[in-house]
Each structure stands twice: as structure tokens, then as C-alpha cells.
């Protein structure tokens, strides 16, 4: 059987895994921060998913099956992921940006397939290789060596991931302040970069240092107005999920046990969904 989250969740470890990963996920999003901000909240993170999966479960011999921009849409709207115009902004955001791209057609040409660019599906799969890695931090097996020798693992593993987190409550109904980012642009980099600097030995406090001071340098590096995230930050001040240990902007910003609970519960989630996407596709890993 996968790992479930209430398993992942009473692991000792989990903390520093999850930093680690928090860690990768930031240094990818340095790399290529306009690909990375896709699945930077809730909604777009959604919406890549499924587009991913119709792409990877597309039947290029009959043109319905392929991925469109109209089949796109009408998945999106029966998931309740976003509006029609929200995905229809979205696929035109993603062909402007080229990462997605329009085949040609031997069929209807008012019907133009789309799929994603060589550079989108490798971002996917080193987000992937990151949690196949948490995954394996915590039980030893080798999830991740499996999915790098199988050419096709990305093609076989995602769409079950997608399946799993369209399907999920939890992660379609966050808890109080990780929802409070998931509506950012660029939400999810915050929280990383959040939990990417805080000490695990440290999570027993009620208010937790990080390695933040300035709001501005931290916005400038996540190309966000400083207004709106500073406007989110106080947001979260009033829930008393994040504050100064000292004076606001000139001391180190902590997070509290709540948030960073909320934080390690929705990873737990997403592994659990993840680790029974991997095992589905190709059974327990070795090591298990």
C-alpha cells in the first residue's frame, strides 16, 4: 500500500524532508520563475494538473480526445476548478508564453491541438523528482531512481496525481491561512520560501523564526508588489499566523505553530496523493 498522510504525518523526519523540499522547490523557481509561478496557487496549480492529464491520456488518432483549448475549458468548468473565461485567460497565457504549444491538425482546422513545450514537461517532472524524493527521504525506498529510468514514468504517474488532487477536499479546501496564500500570485513560492528557512528543531516554539527580515527584498526576489504582499502579510499578522519577533521590516519574521502545521499537513497530503499515484502506476517501490 502508499505511504498514507497520517503515516507521512508521525514521521520523525518529516520536518527536515520537507524543508529540503521546500528548499528545491525555491531553487527551481530562481531557475525559471515565470514557468514556476504556474503552480504557484491553488487554482492555476489545478488547472496545469488537468491540462497535463488530458495531454498525457490524449489519443492523437482521434481529434476528440485530443488536448484543445475548448476540451480544456469544459474539464476545468465540470471540475469547478475556475470560470470559463479564467481558463480560457489561462491557455492563452500559456500559449503567449510558449509554454504550450499549437500542432497542427490533419482534421477539422477550426480544431488546433495543443500540448505543452519540451521546457514545461521538464519543470513538471524535476517538481515531480522533488516530492519522489521526500517520498524516499522518509522510507528509503527509491521511487526516484524508478521514475528516471522509465522514459515514459511522467506520462504514467501524472495524471493519477491529478486525478487524486482534483479529487481531494483537503487540498481543494485549505485550512484558514494557507488559503490566505493559495490566492496570491506566486502564494505557494511564499510559503516555501517561508518553511524553507526555518529551523525544524525550532517547530516546537509557538512563534517559529525564519530566515526573513526585509519584505521588500523578499518581494523584489518574487517579482511581487511589495504593497500586495506586504498587504497579505498583514493579513496573516491579524490571524496571528506570522509576525516581528522585534519591529516590523528590521527584525526576523516568525511564523506560528498553527501555520506551520497547516503548512506540513497540506505536504503530507500531496505526498500521500502523490504515493499512491507512483504505486498505482508501477506497484511499491524497491526498498518498501
Request: one cysteine or more.
Amino acid at each position: 500500500m502508499a505511504l498514507t498522510s497520517e503515516l507521512i504525518a508521525g514521521h520523525p523526519a518529516l520536518y527536515r524532508c520537507v524543508r529540503a523540499q521546500a528548499q528545491a522547490l525555491i531553487q527551481a523557481y530562481g531557475m525559471s520563475p515565470r514557468l514556476s509561478s504556474v503552480f504557484a496557487t491553488q487554482q492555476r496549480w489545478l488547472m496545469a494538473h488537468i491540462g497535463l492529464a488530458l495531454h498525457f491520456r490524449r489519443k492523437p488518432d482521434d481529434y476528440r480526445k485530443q488536448l484543445t483549448a475548448a476540451r480544456f475549458i469544459d474539464v476545468i468548468r465540470q471540475n469547478a476548478v475556475a470560470s470559463r473565461n479564467t481558463a480560457d485567460a489561462f491557455i492563452k497565457e500559456m500559449l503567449h508564453y510558449n509554454f504550450v504549444e499549437l500542432l497542427p491538425t490533419a482534421q477539422d482546422g477550426r480544431i488546433r491541438p495543443i500540448q505543452p513545450t519540451v521546457n514545461t514537461l521538464e519543470t513538471v517532472a524535476g517538481w515531480m523528482m522533488a516530492h519522489l524524493h521526500t517520498l524516499d527521504s522518509l522510507d528509503g525506498a527509491n521511487r526516484l531512481a524508478t521514475f528516471l529510468e522509465r522514459p515514459d514514468a511522467l506520462a504514467r504517474v501524472q495524471p493519477l496525481v491529478a486525478d487524486g488532487l482534483v479529487s481531494s477536499n483537503p487540498v481543494r479546501e485549505p485550512r484558514q491561512t494557507f488559503s490566505l496564500f493559495t490566492w496570491l500570485n506566486n502564494g505557494g513560492v511564499v510559503m516555501d520560501w517561508l518553511i524553507s528557512s526555518v529551523d525544524p528543531d525550532h517547530a516546537g516554539l509557538d512563534q517559529i523564526p525564519t530566515g526573513i527580515v526585509s519584505i521588500g527584498d523578499f518581494a523584489k526576489w518574487l517579482k511581487l508588489s511589495r504593497t500586495h504582499l506586504g498587504r497579505k502579510l498583514r493579513d496573516a499578522e491579524d490571524l496571528g499566523s506570522v509576525g516581528w519577533l522585534g519591529q516590523r521590516g528590521n527584525s526576523v519574521m516568525w511564523v506560528s505553530a498553527d501555520f506551520y502545521r497547516e503548512y506540513m499537513t497540506a505536504q503530507t497530503v500531496k505526498l500521500a496523493i502523490i504515493d499512491a499515484a507512483f504505486v498505482e502506476a508501477f506497484g511499491l517501490p524497491a526498498g518498501r
